[in-house]
C-alpha cells in the first residue's frame, strides 16, 4: 500500500499564516469561481470564518474592515467581488512608512534625563515670585540628587547651578544664590534607606515563606 504524504516544506507558503491552510486554499478556490455572484457569497463565508478565528479582535475598531483587507493581501490582490470597504491597494501595502526621529537628549548633561528639562521649560512659563522660586530651588535639589545617583559621592551646588543655568538658556541665573541646597549626605541617606527598607522587606518576605517547612 503506497501513501502520498504531503510534507509541509512542498506545500505552497501561506500569505497570513495565522487562518492556518484551510483558509487560504479557500480563498484560492474562490478566485477560480467563474461568476461573480457565487465569489460575492464565498467571500462573505470566509469573512465570516476569519471573524470566528479570531474572536479577541472583535472589539478592534474596523474589525470587518480588517479582515476584508486580509482578504484581498491572501488573494494575492486579485479576488474580484463587491467589497463593502474600499480595496487596498499592494503598493499602499508595500509602502515603506516614514522613518521616526532619534529621540535626542535635552543636553550633553544626560545623566539629568530628559524630563528635566520640561521641568525647566514649566518654571519659565510661569510668573515671578515665591511659587516659582520655590519651583526653581525644587528642580535644583532634583538635578543635585540625580548627579549624585550618577556620581555617588558629592558635588558642590555651583555646579548645578552652573548646568542650570546652561539648560535654562542663561534665562535661570542661581550662581549667585546663597541659599544652599539639600545636603549631599541627606540625599544619599534617603536613597540608601529606601534601599535598606526594600532589602528588609524582601528578608522578611523570606523569612514567612519559609515559616512551615520541614528542613532536612
Known amino acids: 500500500m503506497t501513501f502520498d504524504l504531503e510534507y509541509n516544506s512542498e506545500r505552497t507558503l501561506m500569505i ?24 460575492n457569497k464565498m467571500a462573505l463565508a470566509i469573512v465570516d470564518v476569519m471573524g470566528n478565528l479570531q474572536p479577541h479582535l472583535r ?17 494575492k490582490f486579485n479576488l474580484d ?22 529621540p535626542k537628549y535635552a543636553s550633553k548633561y544626560r545623566y539629568y534625563g530628559n524630563n528635566i528639562q520640561t521641568m ?56 549667585a544664590s546663597e541659599e544652599p541646597l539639600s545636603e549631599s549626605k541627606n540625599l544619599l541617606k534617603k536613597r540608601n534607606s529606601q534601599g535598606q527598607n526594600h532589602t528588609k522587606n524582601n528578608h522578611k518576605k523570606t523569612n514567612n515563606n519559609n515559616k512551615g517547612r520541614k528542613r532536612y
Request: proline letters at 6%; glycine letters at 2%; hydrophobic letters at 35%.
Open 81 to 102: 467581488v463587491d467589497s463593502p470597504y474600499p480595496i487596498p491597494s499592494k503598493e499602499e501595502l508595500q509602502e515603506k512608512p516614514e522613518s521616526l526621529p532619534y
Open 16 to 39: 497570513i499564516p495565522e487562518y492556518g491552510r484551510h483558509i487560504q486554499k479557500l480563498v484560492d478556490h474562490c478566485l477560480t469561481l467563474e461568476t461573480k455572484e457565487e465569489r
Open 120 to 175: 525647566i521649560d514649566v518654571a519659565l512659563s510661569w510668573e515671578e515670585g515665591e511659587k516659582k522660586e520655590a519651583l526653581v530651588f525644587t528642580i535644583a535639589n532634583h538635578m543635585k540628587k540625580c548627579y549624585l545617583n550618577w556620581n555617588k559621592d558629592t558635588v558642590d551646588d555651583a555646579v548645578i547651578y552652573k548646568h542650570l543655568f546652561e539648560l535654562s538658556n542663561s534665562k535661570i541665573d542661581l550662581r
Open 59 to 75: 472589539d478592534v475598531p474596523d474589525f470587518k474592515h480588517k479582515l476584508w483587507d486580509q482578504l484581498f493581501i491572501m488573494s
